[in-house]
C-alpha cells in the first residue's frame, strides 16, 4: 500500500478510536460469483445471486470513497470473468481508492494491461505443481504460474496466497524460494471458510500438522524470508485451540475487540453488506444498492457480532492493524516496501 495511503488510514483509526465512532476505511466487494477454476475447498461458484451490474458497481464505488474508504478489494468467484473488470478497476482508481484485486490467475496474459490500473494482485498459488493441481484442478498451476511470471515483470505490487491443505502443507519451503526468485510476497492461511463458502473437512491437516508448519513460517520470518503474514499473525494461529472451527467469542491475545464493521466490511455478490465474508448466511445483510452505502452502513454498525475473533489470515492482520499494534504495523510497512525495493 501506498505510504501516503497507510498514513492517511492511519489518521482516520486514530480519529475513530479516540472518538469511540469508528468508521469502515477498508471494504471488499465481491464482483461475482462465478469461476472456471474447480478448488476442491471452494463452494462459491455454486451460489446464486442476481450480479450487480456496471452502472450500480460503479456508483457503489463513488459513494464509498464519497463516504471515506481509503481500500477497495476486488475478488469473487473471479474477477476477471467480468467482462468490464477493467471499467470497474479504473473507476475505483478515478475515485481515488487504492485498489487490490485476487485472482487464480487464468485471464492475466489475456488481460495483462489491468495490470497497470491496479495497486496490488493477489494471485492464488498453493505450491508447486502436483499440490497446486490437488489443491484446485489439473493445468491450473501452469495457468498461475504463467500469470506469475507476466505480474512479476510489471509494477503492480504482487502477492500471493496459499490455502495450507494436506496436499501442500509440506511445500511452505518450495513457495518461499519461487517468491525469493520472482519477487512477490507470499502469504498463508488455513481452511477457515464456513460452510457456505467452503469445504474443509477432507483437506485439513492435523493440528498438530498446522501448528508445526505455521511455527516454520515464523521461523523463516524472523530470518528475514519473504512472507507477508506479520510474526503476530503467526502467532494468533499457532495458538488457534480448533482448527476446525473458524470463529471464536474470545477476542485475540493482541486486541480487545473485533473491529469488522467498524473498520472494514465485506460487499456481497448482491451488494449486501457484512462485517466480513465468514458471517454471510448467518442473516441477510443491509444492502447498499437498495439503501444506498451510507445507510446500509449505518445499520450494520447496529448489529452486534457474534465473535471476536477467527482463524481467518485478513481478518487477524486487520484487527491487529486497527488494534494499532505497532509490531504489526512495522511489518506492513516494510513488507509494503518490499517491491519499491525489488
Same mark, same amino acid.
Given at each position: 500500500?501506498?505510504?501516503?495511503?497507510? $498514513? @492517511? !488510514?492511519? +489518521? #482516520?483509526?486514530?480519529?475513530?478510536?479516540? *472518538?469511540?465512532?469508528?468508521?469502515?476505511?477498508?471494504?471488499?466487494?465481491?464482483?461475482?460469483?462465478?469461476?472456471?477454476?474447480?478448488?476442491?475447498?471452494?463452494?462459491?461458484?455454486?451460489?446464486?445471486?442476481?450480479?450487480?451490474?456496471?452502472?450500480?458497481?460503479?456508483?457503489?464505488?463513488?459513494?464509498?470513497?464519497?463516504?471515506?474508504?481509503?481500500?477497495?478489494?476486488?475478488?469473487?468467484?473471479?474477477?476477471?470473468?467480468?467482462?468490464?473488470?477493467?471499467?470497474?478497476?479504473?473507476?475505483?482508481?478515478?475515485?481515488?481508492?487504492?485498489?487490490?484485486?485476487?485472482?487464480?490467475?487464468?485471464?492475466?496474459?489475456?488481460?495483462?494491461?489491468?495490470?497497470?490500473?491496479?495497486?496490488?494482485?493477489?494471485?492464488?498459488?498453493?505450491?508447486?505443481?502436483?499440490?497446486?493441481?490437488?489443491?484446485?484442478?489439473?493445468?491450473?498451476? $501452469? @495457468? !498461475?504460474? +504463467? #500469470?506469475?511470471?507476466?505480474?512479476?515483470? *510489471?509494477?503492480?505490487?504482487?502477492?500471493?496466497?496459499?490455502?495450507?491443505?494436506?496436499?501442500?502443507?509440506?511445500?511452505?519451503?518450495?513457495?518461499?524460494?519461487?517468491?525469493?526468485?520472482?519477487?512477490?510476497?507470499?502469504?498463508?492461511?488455513?481452511?477457515?471458510?464456513?460452510?457456505?463458502?467452503?469445504?474443509?473437512?477432507?483437506?485439513?491437516?492435523?493440528?498438530?500438522?498446522?501448528?508445526?508448519?505455521?511455527?516454520?513460517?515464523?521461523?523463516?520470518?524472523?530470518?528475514?524470508?519473504?512472507?507477508?503474514?506479520?510474526?503476530?499473525?503467526?502467532?494468533?494461529?499457532?495458538?488457534?485451540?480448533?482448527?476446525?472451527?473458524?470463529?471464536?467469542?474470545?477476542?485475540?491475545?493482541?486486541?480487545?475487540?473485533?473491529?469488522?464493521?467498524?473498520?472494514?466490511?465485506?460487499?456481497?455478490?448482491?451488494?449486501?453488506?457484512?462485517?466480513?465474508?465468514?458471517?454471510?448466511?448467518?442473516?441477510?445483510?443491509?444492502?447498499?444498492?437498495?439503501?444506498?452505502?451510507?445507510?446500509?452502513?449505518?445499520?450494520?454498525?447496529?448489529?452486534?457480532?457474534?465473535?471476536?475473533?477467527?482463524?481467518?489470515?485478513?481478518?487477524?492482520?486487520?484487527?491487529?492493524?486497527?488494534?494499532?499494534?505497532?509490531?504489526?504495523?512495522?511489518?506492513?510497512?516494510?513488507?509494503?516496501?518490499?517491491?519499491?525495493?525489488?
Amino acid at each position: 500500500m501506498k505510504f501516503s495511503i497507510m $498514513a @492517511k !488510514a492511519g +489518521a #482516520a483509526v486514530l480519529k475513530g478510536r479516540l *472518538s469511540g465512532s469508528p468508521t469502515p476505511i477498508f471494504a471488499t466487494i465481491a464482483t461475482n460469483n462465478a469461476c472456471q477454476s474447480h478448488c476442491r475447498y471452494c463452494k462459491i461458484p455454486a451460489r446464486h445471486q442476481p450480479e450487480l451490474s456496471t452502472q450500480q458497481i460503479k456508483k457503489l464505488i463513488k459513494e464509498m470513497a464519497t463516504y471515506g474508504i481509503q481500500r477497495l478489494g476486488i475478488w469473487g468467484g473471479e474477477p476477471l470473468l467480468r467482462p468490464d473488470i477493467e471499467e470497474i478497476v479504473s473507476c475505483a482508481q478515478e475515485n481515488g481508492l487504492y485498489t487490490t484485486l485476487d485472482t487464480n490467475g487464468y485471464l492475466i496474459p489475456q488481460k495483462s494491461k489491468l495490470l497497470e490500473k491496479l495497486d496490488h494482485l493477489i494471485i492464488s498459488l498453493d505450491g508447486p505443481e502436483e499440490a497446486h493441481d490437488a489443491n484446485r484442478e489439473p493445468g491450473s498451476y $501452469a @495457468k !498461475a504460474a +504463467a #500469470a506469475i511470471e507476466i505480474a512479476s515483470q *510489471s509494477k503492480v505490487a504482487l502477492w500471493t496466497i496459499t490455502v495450507l491443505t494436506v496436499n501442500n502443507i509440506y511445500k511452505v519451503d518450495w513457495i518461499l524460494e519461487t517468491a525469493e526468485k520472482y519477487g512477490f510476497i507470499p502469504t498463508f492461511q488455513v481452511l477457515h471458510h464456513s460452510e457456505h463458502f467452503g469445504v474443509n473437512n477432507p483437506l485439513r491437516p492435523s493440528d498438530e500438522e498446522y501448528r508445526e508448519c505455521l511455527l516454520h513460517l515464523k521461523e523463516a520470518k524472523l530470518k528475514g524470508r519473504r512472507i507477508g503474514n506479520s510474526i503476530q499473525c503467526l502467532d494468533h494461529l499457532i495458538n488457534w485451540k480448533d482448527y476446525s472451527h473458524n470463529t471464536s467469542s474470545e477476542s485475540g491475545s493482541a486486541w480487545k475487540q473485533c473491529w469488522a464493521g467498524k473498520f472494514y466490511l465485506n460487499i456481497d455478490a448482491d451488494g449486501c453488506l457484512y462485517p466480513c465474508s465468514l458471517l454471510i448466511g448467518e442473516q441477510r445483510g443491509p444492502n447498499a444498492i437498495e439503501l444506498g452505502f451510507a445507510e446500509a452502513v449505518k445499520q450494520l454498525s447496529q448489529k452486534s457480532l457474534p465473535c471476536q475473533s477467527c482463524s481467518a489470515t485478513c481478518f487477524t492482520e486487520y484487527n491487529l492493524l486497527f488494534s494499532l499494534n505497532h509490531r504489526t504495523i512495522l511489518q506492513w510497512v516494510i513488507a509494503m516496501g518490499h517491491r519499491l525495493r525489488s
